[in-house]
C-alpha cells in the first residue's frame, strides 16, 4: 500500500509511523497520554486505507488521525496533534525571521527587547547581537530541534533555555580558574599575558580576563574567592613598596635604613594601590560592552580561610571592594547610582559571623553595602558544608552550583568547572492538566521529566562536539582547562566535571491547584511541594546513573519565563484565579510574592527546598530602606549564617534625572508604567531603576509579567 506525500512523491503506507506522531503529540503538548489509543487508531486507519481502493494522500491521513482521536474522546490530543504538524510546517519554511529582525530594527518588538534587563536594545551593537539571536533561534527550531521537542518548548510545557546560542559551541556558566591564569599566565588574542608583579596590573589583567571570557558564553562568570586569589599580589606590591622605601631612606633621603619606617610607608603606598586596582576592575566590568551586548555578568565571591597565609592581604581587598560598591558608580547626571555588575557574594563563617569574631567589622561594613546597594548577597559556610560535602564555593553566575567533584588525587575541585545548559519544566501548567488529581499530576510529572532529559540530552550532543579552538581563553589558556590546540573538549563535560541541569518553575502554584492552599500551608500544602521537589531529584539522579552526565536540579531564575509559561497557559486554558490571571508564575520553590511572611520565618521555610535543589538556588527578602537599621540588617545576616545556605536582600534605591528624585521609583498602577512619585516622569531614558530580577540586579526594564510581579512583591519586614 503507498501514500502520496506533500511533494508528489510515494512511500510505502507505514501504520508504525502515525502512532508514533500521536504518541508524541500525547506526550509533549497535553501529557493526556493514553495507553494503547496511539496504536488502535494507527490500525483503524491503515484498515480504512485498505477498504479505500485508492492511494491515501498524507493530508488524508492527517485528517483521519485527527477524527480518530476525537472519537477515542481524546480532544486534547486531536489538538496538540495539530499543532505539531503546525511546528512541523514552520520546519519546513524557508524564511521565518524577516518580521523578527525587523520589530527589532524599528524597536515595536517588546517581546525580545525586554527579555533580558541588562541588554539596551536601542543601542546597535546590542541590536546585532539580538538580531543574531533571533536567526540563531530560528535555525535551532527548524533545523536542529525534534519536532516534538520543539512543540513541548511552544506549548510552555518546558522552556529550552538560551536558544539564541544553542546553535554555536558554547555553554552557560562557571567558575573561572583565575588563580591559574594569574599565576601561570594566559593568552589573550594571540598575546602572552605573564604572572602580574603588582596588585593593580594583576586587576588590569583580570578584568582582561573577564571581557574575553565574557564574549566566549552566553551564561555568567564567577571568581571563587576573588580576595583569596588576588591577596598574594598585594603582598608582591607591598615587597615592592618596601624595597623602594630603603632604598629611598638611603639613596635620596641619605638617612640610614630603617625597617618599622619603611614598612609603615610601604603599607600605606599599598593600600592606595589596592583602592586604585579595585577601581579599575569596579569601572572597567560596569563599562565594558562584550560581543554579548550587555556588560559582562560577572559574580565576585569573597572568602578566605581565617588561616590563609595573605588573610590580612584578603581582608584588606574584601574593605576595599564593600567600600566602594556602597559608594556606588555615578551615572550621566553624575549621581551615583547602584551599579549591576559585578554582583558580589559573600561568605560568612566562623571568623566573621558573629560580634566577637575577629572579621565581624567586615560583615558590619557588607551589611551597610547591603542596605544600600542590595549586593552583597550572603552564603552560609556552615549551613553550604551540609549540603555539599563539606565545601564552600561561589554560585556559578547568580544561583547555578555545582555538584562536588573530585580529581584523580582525590582532591575536590571547583575552578575551571561550568554547567552545559538548563531545561526548565513548567509545573503550573501540569498542575492545571491535573485538574486537581494528584496521581494524574505526578503521571503527567512522569512524562514530562522524559521531554526535558532529552531536551538536555541533545545540549550535551552538541556540546560534545567542541573542540577547544571554539574559545581558546577558556579551553586552552586556563579559564576552564590547558588543552591543546584542537582537541575536544568532550572529557570535561563527562564524570561529573561539568553539570547539566533541570530547573523548574511554580511549586507554589502548583501545591495551589492540586492542595487548594499555598505551599507553606504545613497542613495541606508542604507535603506536596516536598514530594514535587523528591520525585524531580530521584530523576536527575537516575539520569546521572545511567549517562555519567552530573545532571542536578536548579531553581531557574525565569527573568522573563516567569511571563512566558503564565501567558502561553493563559491562552490556552483561560484566566485561572490566582494561577493564570496573575501575569506571571512564582520563581522555583519561592514563597507567593504576595504571601505575607516575615524574614525569618521565610528563610527558615525556603531552607529546606535549597537542601534539595543543589543545582541551583537562591532565597531573597524583600525589605524597606534599611540604611538608618544597620544593626537589624545585621541580625538578619546572622540568621542567615545559622539557617539557610545562600540569601540575599532586595531593597530600592532608584534615580530620577527630571527632578533629582532619590529613593523608590514604583510602577504605575493603570499604565504598568515605571514613574516618578515625585515629578510623574515615566520617561525611561530619564530614570535609573534598579531591582533583583533573578539573582542578579537588572536596570533596563522588565516585560509585562516581572514587571507585575515586581509592582506585587509585599515586603518581609
Ligand atoms: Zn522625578
Avoid at 493530508?59 to 482521536?69: A, D, M, P, T
Avoid at 521537542?149 to 538560551?162: K, T, V, Y
Avoid at 580558574?177 to 589573550?188: A, F, P, Q, R, S
Avoid at 549540603?387 to 575552578?415: H, I, T
Wanted: with cysteine; net charge negative; charged share 25%.
Amino acid at each position: 500500500m503507498k501514500v502520496i506525500k506533500r511533494d508528489g512523491t510515494e512511500v510505502e503506507f507505514q501504520k508504525e509511523k502515525i502512532a508514533i506522531a500521536i504518541e508524541k503529540a500525547m506526550k509533549s503538548s497535553t501529557g493526556l497520554y493514553q495507553e494503547g489509543v496511539a496504536d488502535a487508531i494507527a490500525q483503524e486507519i491503515e484498515d480504512f486505507a485498505a477498504k479505500l481502493g485508492r492511494k491515501m494522500t498524507i493530508y488524508g491521513i492527517e485528517e483521519q488521525v485527527y477524527y480518530k482521536l476525537i472519537e477515542h474522546g481524546n480532544p486534547a490530543t486531536a489538538r496538540a496533534y495539530e499543532n505539531y504538524k503546525a511546528v512541523q510546517e514552520f520546519k519546513r519554511r524557508q524564511n521565518t525571521t524577516d518580521e523578527q529582525v525587523l520589530g527589532l530594527l524599528n524597536l515595536d518588538n517588546p517581546e525580545v527587547m525586554d527579555e533580558n534587563s541588562n541588554k539596551n536594545p536601542a543601542i546597535s551593537s546590542t541590536q546585532r547581537d539580538l538580531i543574531a539571536g533571533e536567526i540563531s533561534k530560528d535555525l535551532a527550531r527548524r533545523k536542529m530541534l525534534p519536532t516534538d521537542l520543539l512543540q513541548a518548548h511552544d506549548s510552555g510545557a518546558i522552556h529550552i533555555h538560551d536558544m539564541d546560542y544553542i546553535i554555536q559551541p558554547i555553554f552557560n556558566c562557571c567558575l573561572i580558574n583565575l588563580k591559574d591564569m594569574l599565576e601561570n599566565g594566559t593568552v589573550i588574542n594571540g598575546k602572552l599575558i605573564e604572572s602580574p608583579k603588582s596588585f593593580q596590573v594583576a586587576c588590569t589583567v583580570t578584568t582582561q580576563i573577564i571581557a574575553q571570557i565574557a564574549s566566549g558564553q552566553y551564561g555568567g562568570q564567577s571568581i571563587n574567592g576573588v580576595d583569596r586569589i588576588l591577596a598574594p599580589f598585594v603582598r608582591r606590591s607591598y615587597d615592592k613598596h618596601f624595597r623602594a622605601a630603603l632604598l629611598e631612606q638611603t639613596e635620596i633621603y641619605g638617612i640610614e635604613a630603617n625597617e618599622e619606617a619603611a614598612e609603615s610607608v610601604a603599607w600605606s603606598r599599598t593600600r592606595k594601590e589596592v583602592k586604585d586596582g579595585i577601581q579599575t576592575m569596579q569601572y572597567q566590568i560596569n563599562t565594558l560592552m562584550t560581543s554579548n551586548g550587555q556588560a559582562p555578568f560577572v559574580t565576585l565571591c569573597m572568602y578566605f580561610a581565617e588561616d590563609f597565609a595573605y588573610a590580612k592581604e584578603a581582608a584588606l581587598i574584601q574593605e576595599e571592594i564593600l567600600n566602594q560598591r556602597y559608594v556606588g558608580i555615578k551615572n550621566e547626571a553624575g549621581i551615583y547610582i547602584t551599579p549591576a555588575f559585578p554582583k558580589l557574594v559573600y561568605v560568612l563563617d566562623e571568623h566573621n559571623a558573629k560580634p566577637d569574631s575577629p572579621y565581624y567589622y567586615l560583615t558590619k561594613l557588607a551589611a551597610k553595602c547591603t542596605a544600600k546597594r542590595m549586593y552583597p548577597d550572603y552564603i552560609s559556610a556552615k549551613r553550604m558544608r551540609e549540603n555539599y560535602e563539606g565545601q564552600v564555593f561561589a554560585p556559578m553566575g547568580c544561583r547555578a552550583f555545582l555538584s562536588p567533584w573530585k580529581n584523580e588525587q582525590g582532591q575536590y575541585v571547583s575552578d575551571g568547572r561550568f554547567n552545559m545548559g538548563v531545561v526548565t519544566l513548567n509545573l503550573p501548567q501540569i498542575g492545571i492538566l491535573a485538574e486537581g488529581d494528584e496521581d494524574k499530576f505526578f503521571a503527567i510529572l512522569d512524562k514530562r521529566l522524559d521531554l526535558v532529559k532529552r531536551a538536555l540530552m541533545l545540549r550535551y550532543e552538541l556540546l560534545a562536539k567542541v573542540t577547544s579552538d571554539a574559545s581558546p581563553i577558556h579551553w586552552q589558556y586556563g579559564a576552564i582547562a590547558r588543552l591543546g590546540k584542537g582537541q575536544s573538549v568532550v572529557d570535561l563535560l563527562k564524570g561529573g566535571y561539568a553539570t547539566i541541569t533541570m530547573g523548574y518553575i511554580g511549586i507554589y502554584e502548583a501545591t495551589k491547584l492540586i492542595r487548594g492552599v499555598s505551599h507553606t500551608d504545613a497542613e495541606k500544602g508542604t507535603d506536596f511541594a516536598l514530594k514535587i521537589m523528591k520525585i524531580m531529584n530521584e530523576a536527575v539522579d537516575s539520569w546521572k546513573q545511567e549517562t555519567g552526565l552530573a545532571f542536578a536540579l536548579y531553581g531557574t531564575p525565569a527573568e522573563s519565563l516567569t511571563n512566558r509559561f503564565c501567558s502561553i497557559d493563559r491562552a490556552r486554558f483561560g484566566e485561572i484565579e490566582g494561577i493564570t490571571d496573575k501575569g506571571y508564575y512564582t520563581n522555583s520553590y519561592h514563597v507567593f510574592v504576595q504571601e505575607n511572611i516575615s524574614v525569618f520565618d521565610k528563610f527558615k521555610f525556603e531552607s529546606q527546598f535549597q537542601t534539595l535543589s543543589k543545582g541551583g538556588c537562591i532565597s531573597y527578602a524583600e525589605i524597606p530602606n534599611m540604611t538608618q537599621n544597620l544593626d537589624a540588617v545585621e541580625t538578619m545576616i546572622r540568621y542567615i549564617y545559622d539557617n539557610i545556605s545562600y540569601a540575599e536582600f532586595n531593597t530600592k534605591s532608584d534615580y530620577c534625572h527630571d527632578c533629582a528624585f532619590d529613593g523608590e521609583i514604583k510602577v504605575n498602577e493603570k499604565t504598568l508604567q515605571w514613574e516618578c512619585p515625585n515629578c510623574g516622569n515615566s520617561d525611561r531614558r530619564r530614570l535609573n531603576v534598579t531591582r533583583r530580577t533573578c539573582g542578579y540586579l537588572g536596570e533596563n526594564f522588565w516585560n509585562e509579567g516581572r514587571t507585575k510581579e515586581i509592582k506585587d512583591r509585599v515586603l518581609h519586614i
